[in-house]
Nanobody, 115 residues
């Protein structure tokens, strides 16, 4: 199983970016897929996740600004990030949970919010 993340970059405060994460198998094989991030000097934290059934949950810090979605035929999940803030600067990782003991991570993609 492989996860390929893309879409990071440099953006000004208030701007938008969309991250994508393509999976090498059907995205519906996973119980949950989601996005995590690791700000400089800090621990990795949950940003947003979506279950097979389509339920979502978000970190309080991104509610109302970020949206997680998936394109099932393309086996790809997305993170639409709007109204970006300086504190959103981090390496973003996609993650997929197959079941107990089976967790897969994509490579990180750097998001830098700076004026």
């Amino acid at each position: 199983v492989q996860l390929q993340a893309s879409g990071g970059g440099l953006v000004q405060p208030g701007g938008s970016l969309r991250l994508a994460c393509a999976t090498s198998v059907s995205i519906l094989q996973f119980s949950t897929v989601g996005w995590y991030r690791q700000p400089p000097g800090k621990q990795r934290e949950l940003v947003a996740r979506i279950t097979t059934g389509g339920s979502t949950n978000y970190a309080d810090s991104v509610k109302g600004r970020f949206t997680i979605s998936r394109d099932i035929p393309k086996n790809t999940m997305y993170l639409q990030m709007n109204s970006l803030k300086l504190e959103d600067t981090a390496v973003y990782y996609c993650k997929a949970d197959w079941g107990p003991g089976y967790t897969y991570w994509g490579q990180g993609t750097l998001v830098t919010v700076s004026s």
